[in-house]
C-alpha cells in the first residue's frame, strides 16, 4: 500500500500540479507529464460520454497491473488524480482532503491565478502534513 | 457529488432566521427611517414591505454576537479578491500596505465604536480608557475576540524603543490562506489588521503608526507582529499619569 503521486489537472486539460511521494513510478520528464495529463483530460471526456444511460461523471479509478490511477472530479472541472498501489484502500478519501486543501491553500490565495500552474507554499505544506514528504 | 447536491445547512438557518426577524421588523418604523422630504417616492415603495423579504441588516440587534458570525472561508475569499483587486492599483508592496492599511482603518472605527456600546450600554458607570497598557490589553483581548473570535497571542515590549509595542498572532484569521510568493516576501497581508488596531488607538486617544511584519518561526509559519510606535504625545500623557 502506498501513494505514488498526486496530479492537479485544470478544466482545459493542463497539469497545474504534479508531484511524487514514493518510489515505484517510472521517471518521467515535465514535459512527458503535461502530455500524459492532456491524455488522461481526453479520456475522461470519452468515459464521460459513454454512459449508456443518463449522465456520467466520467471514469474514477483506471486500474493496471501494478497500480491504480483514482480521479476525482470537481464540480469546477479540476481533476484530481491519485496514482497509488492496488490495494491503497485510502485513496478516495486523500483525493477528498487534496481537494479540501486546494479549496483553502489554492483558491483563497491572493497570488495564485486561476487555472495556473500552483505555485503556493501553504499548498505543499498542507499535502505534505497529508500524504508525506516525497521527492520534488 | 452527493454532498454538493443538498444545500448548506446555514441556508435553512439564514431563511428561518430572515423569518423571525420580519415579523420583528415594524413596518411603522422603516418606514419613518426613510421619511424625507426629498425623497417621497422611497416612502412610498418602502411602506408595504414583503413579508418574506430580506431584514434590514441595519435592524439587526447590535449586542448579539453569538449568530452574527460570519463566514471565514466568505471572508477569505472576499478579501482574497481585495487583494487581488488593490494589487492591479498599486505601484509597489509600500503602497499596497498602506492601502490594505486604510481599509483596516474603515473597519477599526467602526469596530471600536461597536464594542464600546456593546460593552458599555448596559454599564450604569460607563468608562472609557484613558492609560495606555489597559487599552492594549483590552485590543489584545476584546477587540481580537470581537473580530477573530480569539485572543492575540502575545503583547510585547519593544527593549531598544520606548515608544514600541507589539501584538502577536501566531496564526492570524486574515492570512491563514495566503502564501506570499518569494519575490515579494516583505508583503504582510496583516498590514489589514494593523489598520483595525490603528483606527482603534486613534480613536481611543492614543496616535500612533501601526504596521505588521512576518515573524515566522517553527511551530508558527504565519506567525505576524502587529507593531506599534507610539506618538511622543501618548508617551508624555503617560508620564504625568504616574
Known amino acids: 500500500m502506498a501513494i505514488f503521486g498526486l496530479?492537479?489537472?485544470?478544466?482545459?486539460?493542463?497539469?497545474?500540479?504534479?508531484?511524487?511521494?514514493?518510489?515505484?513510478?517510472?521517471?518521467?520528464?515535465?514535459?512527458?507529464?503535461?502530455?500524459?495529463?492532456?491524455?488522461?483530460?481526453g479520456i475522461h471526456a470519452i468515459t464521460s460520454r459513454l454512459s449508456p444511460i443518463g449522465s456520467?461523471?466520467?471514469?474514477?479509478?483506471?486500474?493496471?497491473?501494478?497500480?491504480?490511477?483514482?480521479?476525482?472530479?470537481?464540480?469546477?472541472?479540476?481533476?484530481?488524480?491519485?496514482?497509488?498501489?492496488?490495494?491503497?484502500?485510502?485513496?478516495?478519501?486523500?483525493?477528498?482532503?487534496v481537494y479540501e486543501a486546494?479549496?483553502?491553500?489554492?483558491?483563497?490565495?491572493?497570488?495564485?491565478?486561476p487555472e495556473m500552474p500552483i505555485r503556493t507554499e501553504g499548498f505543499d505544506t498542507r499535502i505534505t502534513a497529508l500524504i508525506g514528504s516525497g521527492h520534488t | 457529488m452527493s454532498a454538493y447536491a443538498q444545500p448548506h445547512p446555514r441556508f435553512s438557518v439564514l431563511s428561518s432566521s430572515s423569518l423571525s426577524s420580519a415579523e420583528l421588523l415594524s413596518p411603522t418604523n422603516s418606514s419613518g427611517r426613510f421619511s424625507l422630504p426629498s425623497a417621497p417616492s422611497v416612502t412610498t415603495t418602502t411602506g408595504t414591505p414583503k413579508p418574506l423579504s430580506r431584514p434590514n441588516i441595519y435592524d439587526r440587534p447590535l449586542n448579539k454576537t453569538r449568530t452574527a458570525e460570519v463566514s471565514a472561508a466568505s471572508f477569505a475569499f472576499l478579501f482574497s479578491e481585495v487583494v487581488q483587486y488593490?494589487?492591479?492599483?498599486?505601484?509597489?508592496?509600500?503602497?499596497?500596505?498602506?492601502?490594505?492599511?486604510?481599509?483596516?482603518?474603515?473597519?477599526?472605527t467602526r469596530v471600536l465604536e461597536l464594542m464600546i456600546w456593546r460593552s458599555e450600554f448596559a454599564s450604569k458607570t460607563p468608562k472609557r480608557e484613558i492609560r495606555f497598557l489597559p487599552a492594549l490589553m483590552s485590543i489584545h483581548t476584546n477587540v481580537w475576540r470581537a473580530v477573530f473570535g480569539k485572543p492575540a497571542d502575545a503583547i510585547e515590549k519593544s527593549v531598544e524603543?520606548?515608544?514600541?509595542?507589539?501584538?502577536?498572532?501566531?496564526?492570524?484569521?486574515?492570512?491563514?490562506?495566503?502564501?506570499?510568493?518569494?519575490?515579494?516576501?516583505?508583503?504582510?497581508?496583516?498590514?489589514?489588521?494593523?489598520?483595525?488596531?490603528?483606527?482603534v488607538l486613534d480613536g481611543l486617544g492614543f496616535p500612533a503608526r501601526v504596521t505588521a511584519h512576518?515573524?515566522?518561526?517553527?511551530?508558527?509559519?504565519?506567525?505576524?507582529?502587529?507593531?506599534?510606535k507610539l506618538e511622543k504625545s501618548v508617551l508624555e500623557r503617560e508620564e504625568l499619569f504616574k
Open chain 2, 86 to 108: 488593490m494589487q492591479k492599483r498599486v505601484s509597489g508592496i509600500n503602497d499596497l500596505e498602506r492601502r490594505l492599511n486604510t481599509l483596516g482603518y474603515r473597519l477599526g
Open chain 2, 161 to 199: 524603543n520606548e515608544d514600541e509595542y507589539m501584538i502577536i498572532d501566531n496564526d492570524p484569521v486574515v492570512t491563514r490562506n495566503i502564501s506570499i510568493p518569494r519575490d515579494m516576501s516583505q508583503l504582510s497581508c496583516s498590514s489589514f489588521t494593523a489598520g483595525i488596531v490603528e483606527a
Open chain 1, 7 to 41: 496530479w492537479v489537472i485544470n478544466k482545459a486539460g493542463g497539469l497545474v500540479y504534479q508531484r511524487n511521494f514514493a518510489e515505484g513510478l517510472a521517471q518521467l520528464t515535465s514535459n512527458e507529464h503535461l502530455v500524459l495529463a492532456g491524455t488522461l483530460h
Open chain 2, 214 to 228: 512576518n515573524t515566522p518561526n517553527e511551530t508558527f509559519p504565519q506567525r505576524t507582529t502587529i507593531l506599534i
Open chain 1, 102 to 113: 486546494y479549496a483553502d491553500a489554492v483558491m483563497k490565495n491572493p497570488f495564485h491565478t
Open chain 1, 56 to 97: 456520467s461523471s466520467g471514469a474514477h479509478v483506471i486500474e493496471a497491473e501494478t497500480f491504480k490511477m483514482t480521479i476525482l472530479l470537481t464540480a469546477t472541472g479540476t481533476k484530481f488524480v491519485l496514482i497509488t498501489s492496488i490495494a491503497e484502500p485510502s485513496a478516495n478519501t486523500v483525493l477528498q482532503k
